[in-house]
C-alpha cells in the first residue's frame, strides 16, 4: 500500500487550491486520507485522470475519519464509496447517500497539475 505525503511545500497558483499530493502516490481505486489545512479529506484515484476528494469523516457515524478506507464502486454511471462502518453509498461527486436521503458527504474540487493532484478548499 503507498501513502500519500504531501507534496514539496510551493506557493499554489491560488490560495484556495492545495497540493495534496502526487498522482503516483496513489493506487487505483484505494482511497487514501491526506491533511490540509487541518481539514481530513479522503482521496480517490480512478483512472489517471479522474480523481475525487470528499471529507474523511462519515456523517453517519458523527464524523469518524474512516471514509479513505471506504469501498469504492458505482451506480450507474456514478462512482460511488461506502462507509466502511455502516455500507451507507455516496456519490463521489455530489456526496449524496443513497440510502439515507438526510446524510451528506462533503466533496472538494480537484484537478492535477504538473503530476500533483491539488484540492480546492476554499477560504
Do not use: N
Not at 458505482?74 to 463521489?92: C, F, I, N, W
Request: some cysteine; overall charge negative; proline content about 8%.
Amino acid at each position: 500500500m503507498t501513502i500519500a505525503q504531501p507534496a514539496e511545500l510551493t506557493v499554489p497558483a491560488s490560495p484556495d487550491w492545495l497540493r495534496a499530493c502526487r498522482v503516483d502516490d496513489l493506487e487505483p481505486a484505494w482511497g487514501e486520507a491526506v491533511l490540509l489545512r487541518g481539514r481530513q479529506i479522503a482521496v480517490f484515484l480512478l483512472s489517471p485522470q479522474e480523481v475525487y476528494a470528499v471529507s474523511h469523516e462519515d456523517p453517519a457515524m458523527g464524523g469518524a475519519p474512516v471514509m479513505a478506507r471506504g469501498i469504492v464502486g458505482s451506480k450507474g454511471d456514478r462512482p460511488t464509496v461506502a462507509s466502511p462502518l455502516h455500507k451507507e453509498v455516496y456519490d463521489l461527486g455530489t456526496g449524496e447517500c443513497f440510502s439515507d436521503p438526510s446524510l451528506l458527504l462533503q466533496t472538494f474540487r480537484t484537478r492535477i497539475v504538473g503530476g500533483f493532484i491539488e484540492i480546492e478548499l476554499g477560504a
